[in-house]
């Protein structure tokens, strides 16, 4: 095959795949699960796997939720045998990683409900930069 025609073909090929290749977000959230709150309640709980698509980390330095008053990323731990739990200032998703937020460990506290909702949002921020937006049915789980 003469050289134009096999760099013609090469080219072909790669703009071909190049449409045919699916762009995947940046950040994806799965297996989302938000806890009822109590009756007379004040407080729910959210656990989901975020994956970051990308080559470079991704931080999320705050959450929101129109459904509550405020969201925060908390971690849980044992020391000397005692539970706390502890605010984290940031969530850092190293690239090509996923970070469980999960009973006993990373999960976002939901503080102070606004409205009565079957579905709550959530919106993950890098600073003002809106990282990701993801809905979810409220749950019946317990904290």
Same mark, same amino acid.
């Given at each position: 095959m003469p050289a134009i025609y096999a760099k013609t073909l090469l080219v072909l090929v790669l703009i071909l795949g190049a449409c045919n290749s699916e762009k995947q977000a940046p950040l994806v959230a799965t297996d989302i699960v938000i806890t009822a709150t109590m009756p007379g309640g004040k407080m +729910? $709980? &959210?656990?989901?796997?975020?994956? =970051? =698509?990308? @080559?470079? $980390? !991704? %931080? !999320? +330095?705050?959450?929101? +939720?129109?459904?509550?008053? $405020?969201?925060?990323?908390?971690?849980?731990? !044992?020391?000397? &045998? !005692? $539970?706390?739990? %502890? @605010?984290?200032p940031e969530l850092l998703i190293p690239a090509g990683s996923t970070v469980s937020l999960? %009973? &006993?460990g990373l999960h976002l506290m939901l503080m102070r409900p606004t409205t009565h909702s079957d579905s709550v949002s959530l919106s993950f921020f890098d600073d003002t930069t809106l990282v990701l937006d993801v809905s979810a049915p409220l749950g019946t789980g317990s904290n």
């Open positions: +729910s $709980a &959210g656990y989901l796997s975020l994956h =970051n =698509n990308t @080559r470079d $980390a !991704i %931080r !999320i +330095s705050h959450v929101t +939720s129109p459904q509550f008053d $405020a969201v925060e990323i908390h971690e849980s731990s !044992i020391d000397d &045998g !005692i $539970a706390k739990m %502890r @605010r984290v999960q %009973r &006993g």
